[in-house]
């Protein structure tokens, strides 16, 4: 049972080029998202999916892309780098985002992306 | 303002003293409230949780506790170590739609000095 995983742990971009950061688990998990970490700006959600085939916008969603193919897979698409994108990226399962009594995230390792 | 406010940013103490984290969140639906502490370089990890059913919960050194009349909950870590030293995040489910997503606190850093 590995959890969440997430791939790369490093990356750096140039400016306007586009990636996809991946995030699996293995735990059957309906909920899963994606936040970005900043220095003194907490766990900032971008996009959230509540089940295959649903994804739904956070609070900082702009630049980046989602899709929900598969209960597992939850990956994460910038399609034109900025500076601004520069942050460590966390992908999180939770078992439901509807029961809320079992809505323990659990976090994958994390994704430092640096963008010049 | 911000769905789950957390208070303070910054938190120093010396080893052996008490540490005090609160939060307060907007939406009265809300009813599961966890803490994650997150180690440098590290993934936030759950340390301790609650739900609105009950007003406090202890764990060895660590406590929360929770008014839902006022919307707030704290975390109490009692004879601090230097382990301790990271940053927490309270979370509470705020309702969305039909669902209920997980939002989280600014962080605190704590500091827990030798």
């Known amino acids: 049972n590995a959890g969440v995983t997430q791939t790369p742990k490093f990356q750096v971009l140039k400016t306007g080029q586009s990636m996809t950061l991946q995030c699996a688990q293995d735990m059957n998990h309906e909920y899963m998202s994606w936040y970005r970490q900043d220095p003194g700006m907490g766990l900032r959600l971008i996009h959230y999916?509540?089940?295959?085939?649903?994804?739904d916008q956070g609070e900082v969603p702009n630049g980046y892309n989602v899709s929900r193919s598969t209960t597992e897979d939850f990956p994460l698409r910038l399609l034109s780098a900025a500076p601004s994108q520069t942050s460590v990226y966390f992908c999180?399962?939770?078992?439901?985002?509807?029961?809320?009594?079992?809505?323990?995230?659990?976090f994958g390792a994390g994704t430092r992306l640096s963008v010049l | 303002g911000e769905n789950v406010e957390q208070h303070p940013s910054t938190l120093s103490v010396q080893e052996g003293d008490s540490a005090v984290i609160k939060c307060t969140y907007s939406?009265?639906?809300?009813?599961?409230f966890p803490w994650y502490k997150q180690e440098l370089g590290k993934r936030p990890q759950l340390i301790i949780d609650?739900?609105?059913?009950?007003g406090e919960k202890k764990d060895q050194r660590i406590a929360v506790t929770l008014n839902k009349t006022a919307k707030h909950f704290s975390l109490h870590i009692t004879e601090t170590q230097p382990e301790d030293s990271a940053v927490y995040f309270c979370a509470a489910s705020i309702r969305s739609g039909g669902s209920y997503i997980p939002t989280f606190g600014r962080g605190t850093s704590l500091i827990v000095h030798p």
């Open positions: 609650i739900r609105s059913n009950v």
């Open positions: 999180a399962s939770s078992y439901s985002g509807l029961a809320v009594a079992k809505n323990i995230q659990y």
């Open positions: 939406d009265s639906a809300s009813n599961y």
């Open positions: 999916s509540v089940g295959a085939g649903i994804t």
